[in-house]
Structures are given as C-alpha cells and as structure tokens.
C-alpha cells in the first residue's frame, strides 16, 4: 500500500497505473450526470488545490506555484525545514495568512449544502488534500483532511497536535512571509520560532501538514480508503490527479464500478477514465451538478 504522499508523478507513469481500467466512453452531460448523482447511496467528493483558486488561494502548479524564487513544494518537505525551519515557518506563517483572509466560495458552499440536505439520505464523504481548512468553514462536517490543516502544529519533540488560530503565530514572524521576489529572509533564531507549551518540553513546533516524501496519518488514510472502497460515486474536484496516494483514489473507485465525475478547468492524466468530465471552474459547475 503507497502511503507516503510523492508528486509529481510524469504523465507516462501515472497512465500505466491506469492502465487496468477499460476505456470508458465519456460524457459531460450534466441531466445524465444529475440522474446518476440522485441514484447514488454512498458518495465522495475529492478536491484538491483547485476547489480553493477561485478563493484566492494559489494551487501548486502554474504560476501561483512559488513563493519568492523557491517552488512552493520545494519548500513542504521535512528537508527544507531541518536546513531552514526560519524559512519554512515564513513561508506556512504567510500560507496561514492568506487562507485566514480567504472565504469558502461557491464551490465549496455547494458541496456543504448538498451534504446537508442530503447528509440523512445518503452518504457523503469530503476528503479534501487541501489544507486550508475552507471546507469546515463552509459547513462540511464529514470531511476526512488527508495532508492536515495549516491552523493545527505538532511539536517535533513529544508530537502534541494542538489548534492554532494565533496570527501571527510568534512575535518574529509579525510583518515576514512577503511573497515576492524580492523580499529578504533573514533568518529568525530557532528560539524565537514558535515552541510546544507544554511543561518540560519546550521542542520546535511545525506546521501539522504531510508534506512532500511524508507519510499519510494511517488512521487518516484509513478513513479515506474505506469510503473510496465503498461508494457508488466519486466527484473529483480541482485536483491535478499526480499527487500519491490521494491520486490513485477516484481511479480506484472507477475500477471498482463507481461512477466518477472529475470537475476541473483542464484535463488531467486521469480523465480519460472516468464516466463524466466537466470543464471549468468549480466554482461554477459543482453549483450547477448539486443543485435540484
Ligand atoms: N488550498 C490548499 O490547501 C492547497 C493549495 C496548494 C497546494 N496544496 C497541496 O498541494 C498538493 C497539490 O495537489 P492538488 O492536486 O490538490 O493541487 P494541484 O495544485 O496539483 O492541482 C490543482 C488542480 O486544480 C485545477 N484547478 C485550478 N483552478 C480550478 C478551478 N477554479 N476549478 C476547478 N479546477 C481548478 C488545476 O487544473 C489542477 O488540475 C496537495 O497535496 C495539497 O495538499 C493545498
Ligand atoms: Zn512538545
């Protein structure tokens, strides 16, 4: 079982892991897609960076994907923050800003109110790669959080997760984290980067996100699998599909006979296997699809 989360996977790759699922003949038929979607007992809605763009919070890939020269994933690895816990806590310290200022948009509210009208009927499962905690906000309440959520710290000493809503987190990092090209990092002395309270410990705080060569949370992973293994459909939803294991999940649901639907503004390697496909912002078309 692939457990450690790994990107980018080259478009070759991620095809040949396809490559069990029969050719599916594809439509954007969105009657179709409503009929189906009212048929169904058991339904997970996937989304990844995409679904919080059209809230201003930049995906990892294109241009939104870097934070002054570094390449914003270059900069989620346990790597990056054991040369440089200064830079890294920057960096979440200005990711941590931005979603506070964002709002959930209609995509998000969309999925939160087909959940609770149809949340007794049916059910529903979010499991989101995202981490800026946009799905709660709208309302998702069943909502598996696969890569941890900016707003929680875990202490690299006795490993306490802890809510942290503070702005900033500590004193140094008030006025840091300017994204631009520009800005200049001086480096903030270990000490003054945000520390576990707790009595006797003292040890280094890190963000509570999975990042890039990490593995999953098993009892997290866990959850997502088990509703992958039993719904009868899969909304995928502004995700780039090349990020494991999160990526295997909606192919897997197709192999299995669920009906999936991916919403996303392109293509990607993973549309040719799925039942429905439609293009756009999400923002838009999930309104449309989990409306009456
Ligand atoms: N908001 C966040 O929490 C956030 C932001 C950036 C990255 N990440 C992390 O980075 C990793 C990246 O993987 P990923 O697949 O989630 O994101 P990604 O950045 O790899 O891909 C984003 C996808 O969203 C699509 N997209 C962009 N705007 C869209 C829109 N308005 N409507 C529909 N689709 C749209 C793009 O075409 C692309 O396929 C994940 O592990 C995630 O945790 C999270
Ligand atoms: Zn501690």
Known sequence: MCIRLITPLSRSSVLCSFSRIMAIRQSSDMSKFKEALKAAQDIVILSGAGISAESGIPTFRGAGGFW????????????????SPSLVWEFYHYRREVATKAQPNAGHK????????????????????????????????????????????????????????????????????????????????????????????????????????????????????????????????????????????APQAADRGAIVAEFNIEPTPATPNFHFYFPGECGKTLPLALSE
């Open 68 to 83: 002054r020269k570094f390449q914003a994933s270059a900069l989620a690895t346990p790597g990056a923050f054991k040369t």
């Open 110 to 249: 969309a999925i939160a109110k087909f959940e609770a009208k149809y949340g007794k009927m049916k059910k529903i499962t979010v499991i989101t790669q995202n981490v800026d905690g946009l799905h709660i906000r709208a309302g998702s309440k069943n909502l598996i959080e696969l890569h941890g959520n900016l707003f929680k710290t875990r202490c690299t000493k006795c490993k306490e997760v802890l809510t942290n809503y503070d702005n900033p987190i500590c004193e140094a990092l008030a006025g840091r984290g300017a994204p631009d090209e520009k800005a200049v990092a001086e480096d903030i002395p270990e000490q003054a980067l945000p520390h576990c309270r707790r009595y006797s410990c003292g040890g280094l705080l890190r963000p509570h996100i999975v990042w890039f060569g990490e593995n999953l949370d098993y009892e997290v992973l866990q959850r997502a699998e088990e509703a992958i293994s039993s719904c009868d459909m899969c909304l995928v939803v502004g995700t780039s599909s090349v990020v494991y294991p999160a990526a295997m999940f």
